[in-house]
């Protein structure tokens, strides 16, 4: 059974950093793309970032350009977002995936595999 296990959110300052965790167990996705998505409520779910480690390429939304840093450990499977200088707009669910294979879009329909999410409120 895959699972994308999330950890690390909470409540946070604006101007403060937090650091996701998103631990992959029943499978191995060195070879696919990984991303983090987030959701604010009443809103649609939008691509954060992702990273295609085998081409050592990463994307960013261009909303966190600059304040996120994607990064994996294959030897861990496991992806991280380090997310530094954090606004109130970023508040949201923040969850994790894995696309079906190398190739993907910044549409949710092209990750097969999700984690259950995790909590990110940025205080004003």
């Known amino acids: 059974q895959v699972q994308l296990i999330e950890s690390g959110g909470g409540l946070v300052q604006a101007g403060g950093s937090l650091r996701l965790s998103c631990a992959a167990s029943?499978?191995?996705?060195?070879?696919?793309?990984m991303g983090w998505f987030r959701q604010a409520p009443g809103k649609e779910r939008e691509f954060v970032t992702a990273?295609?480690?085998?081409?050592?390429?990463?994307d960013y939304a261009d909303s966190v350009k600059g304040r996120f840093t994607i990064s994996r450990d294959n030897a861990k499977n496991t992806v991280y977002l380090q997310m530094n200088n954090l606004k109130p707009e970023d508040t949201a669910i923040y969850y994790c995936?894995?696309?079906?294979?190398?190739?993907?879009?910044?549409?949710?329909?092209?990750?097969?595999?999700w984690g259950q999410g995790i909590q990110v409120t940025v205080s004003s």
């Open positions: 995936a894995a696309a079906r294979g190398f190739y993907y879009s910044r549409s949710p329909a092209s990750f097969g595999f």
């Open positions: 029943g499978r191995t996705f060195s070879s696919n793309a």
């Open positions: 990273t295609r480690w085998s081409a050592g390429s990463t």
